[in-house]
């Protein structure tokens, strides 16, 4: 019997040829040579990549036997998840090989902002001899602040302590009991940037944070704070970076990435109090070998049929039919959750499926609705094996129970989280009718039923004339189109929800007016991402 074929379009370690190991035909490429790549995609079964070979619409039609894409690195910007997920193709990756590297690296980029590092070589290696000039600062009870305590941050609060400084820490999804264990006291961002000395940033790049450290931000800094940046281009505002450092209203920065690379705008560059390096965070051997190691023993399992700890589109394992459409579903309950819960740190979530449902074995959707929930929250890719892991280090607790009893639907998913100070956030849905339309039917107790859309607008307020009236004719003034909406409430005269679908985001601006106008009690706008 012909072995599988696995196509290694760009150059990856030995260790990662040696944990394939010998039950493959193993094939070595130019991924960026297109025609060479596109044909050796012809009889492949699995293809082992790293940032320069591009999988997309055209590759993946090129492939009619591919099971399996790997990257052996973090990002997946040159995989079309999409199109592989819609082919049946798993995508995999490596998700925690580079998180040792960019902790080290950030922890380099504070010292060389701290002593002048990078400055006071250039000077000596011109032949000056200026000490005085390069003077710079301990770290020795200065204080670290952590922008975002997932992997990342933790690993480099744990790096800190050995320089015996205080560590504080801003992340509205880490609970404060789980901060303490990585001794660092969490506050609110304004806090964290007027009190710290150091701060560097971890967090996910989302609307909600792009640009999160900007003008404001910046002016709410000692005079002789630095600010440093090894996650994601454009989390700090790299104008409002460059006006800041020149007017001295901090003392400097250290980027590792940038909005645009290798960056078009140099002016921020040449400033000479920053420190910047080519986008290196997993630009270690060790890094390196991790990456390929990890997705050649993903490349194993997925071949051999197992369940695949890294797989980011797929569910790894045997699933029943009837199982498998609910899947997406709940993930997307997930996100919603997630938006509900706002800045709220869960400490646990529950969930609960009833129905028909209760015959089979349902456990991937606790794994779906952490996948979920996570997936707009960290800087990682989530998948289903990693999101129980992810809980865990946040302190979340998760749980599965399952019912026969359902009264109104042939089948209901229900997700229930628990707030650090003890509220409780809700949400529901089912699949409905031959057609199994996500629609969810219950938010924190309020009896529903919309169907799931890529834009959500979630309001609560007193129930009273005018409400519609009003919230409507700001979005229709903004060119926001309104696809569907349900109003629901518990008494006549008290609290109203408004769930709304509309065809595109609405500016943050607009939400900001509704809200004071209707007098909201709370408004969510929510963006489903596609898994």
Known sequence: MAKPIVVIAEELSPATVEALGTDFDVRNVDGTDRPVLLAALAD?????????????????????????????????DNVDIKAATEAGVMVVNA??????????????HILSLARHIPAAHASLAAGEWKRSKYTGVELYEKTVGIIGLGRIGALIAARLQAFGVEI?????????????????????????LKTSDFVTIHMPKTPETTGMIGAAQLKRMKKTAFVI??????????????????????AGAGLDVFVAE???????????????????????????????????????????????????????????????????LVEKL????????????????????????????????????????????VTENVSYVNAPLLAEQRGITSTLSVSEDSVDYRNTTTLRGVLGDGSVVEVAGTLAGTKLAQKIIGLNGYDIEVPLADHLILMTYEDRPGIVATYGKELGDAQVNIAGMQIARQSAGGQALSVLTVDSPVPDEVLERIAAQIQATSLRAIEIVES
């Open 262 to 328: 290798p960056p078009v705008e140099k002016k921020l560059l040449s400033l000479p109090n920053i420190v910047v390096t080519p986008h290196l965070g997993a630009s270690t051997d060790e890094a390196q070998e991790k990456a390929g190691v990890s997705v050649a023993r993903s490349v194993r399992l997925a071949l051999e049929g197992e369940l695949v700890p890294d797989a980011v589109n797929v569910a790894g394992g045997v699933i029943d039919p009837f199982v498998r459409p609910g899947i997406a």
């Open 44 to 76: 492949a079964h699995a293809v082992l990549i790293r940032s320069a070979t591009q999988i997309d619409a055209e590759a993946l039609a090129a492939a009619p036997g591919l099971k399996v894409v790997a990257r052996a690195g973090v990002g997946l």
């Open 168 to 192: 504080v820490a801003y992340d509205p999804y880490v609970t404060a009991t789980r901060a303490q264990q990585l001794g660092a006291t969490l506050v609110g961002l304004d806090e964290l």
């Open 95 to 108: 998700p925690t090989s580079n998180i040792v590297s960019a902790a080290e690296l950030t922890i380099g």
């Open 334 to 377: 997930g996100q919603v959750l997630a938006g509900v819960a706002g800045h709220g740190a869960l400490t646990s979530l529950e969930v609960d499926v009833r129905g028909e449902l209760a015959a089979y074995d349902v456990s991937v959707y606790r794994l779906a609705a952490l996948k979920g929930y996570f997936t707009n929250l």
């Open 229 to 250: 940046n090894v996650a994601r281009g454009g989390l700090i505002d790299e104008d409002a970076l460059y006006d800041a450092l020149v007017a001295g209203e901090i």
